[in-house]
């Protein structure tokens, strides 16, 4: 019986390598090193482009997000007869904003992976990392 369940273990084991293999391809990294320079999210486009030079290939476009803002919403009392509880709040009030994307793309030669970066307004907001380049 001890046997089985190492042929069944290892199928489990083998499985488990190839979704990773497959869905580990494009995965999310926290940091990209340029030379001795280390470029992070939150870095500003012009940061990134000075640590690791011009982009093998910039993709852009604009997206219109809906945004909620507390700041300019009308200001409403409320009371709760149930629990008695009562106070004031600010109604959210709901915009639309223009986002500009940018997705940055580095190829740094056959040795290296791919490495793709996301930028929303000019800040990074994501590194992804693809297949290998050429």
């Not at 030079?53 to 852009?60: A, K, L, N, Y």
């Not at 959210?92 to 740094?108: A, D, G, H, L, S």
Request: with cysteine; hydrophobic share 35%; charged share 25%.
């Amino acid at each position: 019986m001890r046997g089985k369940e190492i042929k069944t273990n290892r199928k489990y084991l083998i499985f488990i390598v190839a979704i990773l293999c497959i869905f580990g391809r494009a995965s999310m990294v926290s940091a990209l090193r340029c030379g001795t320079q280390v470029v992070s999210i939150g870095d500003m486009r012009g940061e990134v482009s000075q640590m690791c030079g011009e982009p093998t290939f910039v993709d852009s476009w604009e997206e219109e997000r809906i945004q909620r803002d507390f700041g300019t919403g009308t200001i409403r009392y409320y009371r709760d007869h149930t629990t008695g509880q009562h106070g004031w709040y600010r109604e959210p009030f709901f915009v639309k904003v223009q986002v500009k994307i940018e997705r940055w793309t580095y190829n740094f030669g056959s040795t290296q992976f791919i490495r793709y970066l996301r930028f929303e307004n000019g800040i990074l907001k994501e590194i992804t990392m693809g297949g290998k380049g050429n």
